[in-house]
Structures are given as structure tokens and as C-alpha cells.
T-cell receptor
Framework: AQSVAQPEDQVNVAEGNPLTVKCTYS??????LFWYVQYPNRGLQFLLK??????LVKGSYGFEAEFNKSQTSFHLKKPSALVSDSALYFC??????????FGKGTSLLVTP | KAGVTQTPRYLIKTRGQQVTLSCSPI?????VSWYQQTPGQGLQFLFE???????NKGNFPGRFSGRQFSNSRSEMNVSTLELGDSALYLC?????????????FGQGTRLTVV
């Protein structure tokens, strides 16, 4: 079974500081990994994906993610956090049936 | 380009009733998936349609059904509503159903069952 885990329910960071939201995966075969963000009362917005190739993936809004095969991780990063980045972040993996299996989400709070 | 449109945005229904939710995908997208989001269970996959055919189904009872039309628009239906069906229902569309293809989500339909 393909699954992801987000070990942190909440991440707090000060504006201007770098942020990391963690995700680990468990897959058989090649992983197809995604990050989404959800603002209150909104749907999910696609940030970035890893399919193959470079381990550092760049996405929307200045976010990037680092794929690490040996640690089975796909952490989301941003060099300088903004208050407007405060939201719920989901890591996901596409399973063999092409559905997205989501982690439980990590709430990011960026304080001024 | 217009995004994924879901209607209605909010619904209140009574236990035992049925409900139909609608989703218009991004123009040109042929795959539509549905997800249920609740505080307790998180995001769970319901089903996926591609070219009017259900290709994949999640672990939900038969009360949950869906269909896709020739213009790729999709509907999902929940019959005999239960209190536990209260959730945010999200529709997502993709250009195709490949594993490397990202899905784009609508704003969701908030269903409250009373």
C-alpha cells in the first residue's frame, strides 16, 4: 500500500524564517509525491510534485521540496516564511489505482 | 482558464434524504475524482471517472455513487443520508488519469446533515 505520514500536527515559525513541513512515505516501486495547501473554507491548491529526476523540486509561491530516497522523505521547504503562508498543508502519494492518498495534514502558523 | 467549479457551495439536508453534488472540471480535463474531507478521517478518496467510466473506487458504502457525462462534468449522489456524511466534498480534475498528473481541486461543497 502507498501511504504518507506527516509527523507534525502543527508547525510554528516566525515570519522571515525558513520553514519545513515534514512528510515521509511508504511505497512499493517509484513514488509519485505531491504537496497541496488548503486555506480556510477552500479547496486544495497544488504546490508541487516529484515524479523522477532532481531531488529538489521547485513549486508555486516560493515553495520547494526535497526528495530523499534513503530517508523516504519528501519535506516541504521555503527559505523565508510569510504570514500569508499560514494554512493547512497536505502531502500525498498516488497509489497504484491513481487515487491520491493524503497525509493527515500539518497546520502551519507563521507569526509576524 | 476557469478552475474546477463545484455547486452548490453549501447544503443542509435531513437524515434519510438524498443529495446530488455537481462538478465542472477544467476545460480539457477528462479525469474527475471525488474526495471526502472530515476532521476525524481527513481526506478520503471516493471515486474517479475518466471518459465517463468509473476507473477506481474508494472504500465507501454503495449509498455513495457518481457519474460522468460526455462533457466531463461529474455528479456524485449520496442516498439515505446519515449524520456522519456531514463533510466537505471535494472534486478534482486532471488532464488524464496518469500517476504523474497533478489534480486541481474545486472549493468544495460543504454538506451538513441534520
Amino acid at each position: 500500500a502507498q501511504s504518507v505520514a506527516q509527523p507534525e500536527d502543527q508547525v510554528n515559525v516566525a515570519e522571515g524564517n525558513p520553514l519545513t513541513v515534514k512528510c515521509t512515505y511508504s511505497v512499493s516501486g517509484n513514488p509519485y509525491l505531491f504537496w497541496y495547501v488548503q486555506y480556510p473554507n477552500r479547496g486544495l491548491q497544488f504546490l508541487l510534485k516529484y515524479i523522477t529526476g532532481d531531488n529538489l523540486v521547485k513549486g508555486s509561491y516560493g515553495f520547494e521540496a526535497e526528495f530523499n530516497k534513503s530517508q523516504t522523505s519528501f519535506h516541504l521547504k521555503k527559505p523565508s516564511a510569510l504570514v500569508s503562508d499560514s494554512a493547512l498543508y497536505f502531502c500525498a502519494v498516488k497509489n497504484s489505482g491513481y487515487a491520491l492518498n493524503f497525509g493527515k495534514g500539518t497546520s502551519l502558523l507563521v507569526t509576524p | 482558464k476557469a478552475g474546477v467549479t463545484q455547486t452548490p457551495r453549501y447544503l443542509i439536508k435531513t437524515r434519510g434524504q438524498q443529495v446530488t453534488l455537481s462538478c465542472s472540471p477544467i476545460s480539457g480535463h477528462r479525469s474527475v475524482s471525488w474526495y471526502q474531507q472530515t476532521p476525524g478521517q481527513g481526506l478520503q478518496f471516493l471515486f474517479e471517472y475518466f471518459s465517463e467510466t468509473q476507473r477506481n473506487k474508494g472504500n465507501f458504502p454503495g449509498r455513495f455513487s457518481g457519474r460522468q457525462f460526455s462533457n466531463s462534468r461529474s455528479e456524485m449522489n449520496v442516498s439515505t443520508l446519515e449524520l456522519g456524511d456531514s463533510a466537505l466534498y471535494l472534486c478534482a480534475s486532471s488532464l488524464d488519469s496518469g500517476r504523474n498528473t497533478e489534480a486541481f481541486f474545486g472549493q468544495g461543497t460543504r454538506l451538513t446533515v441534520v
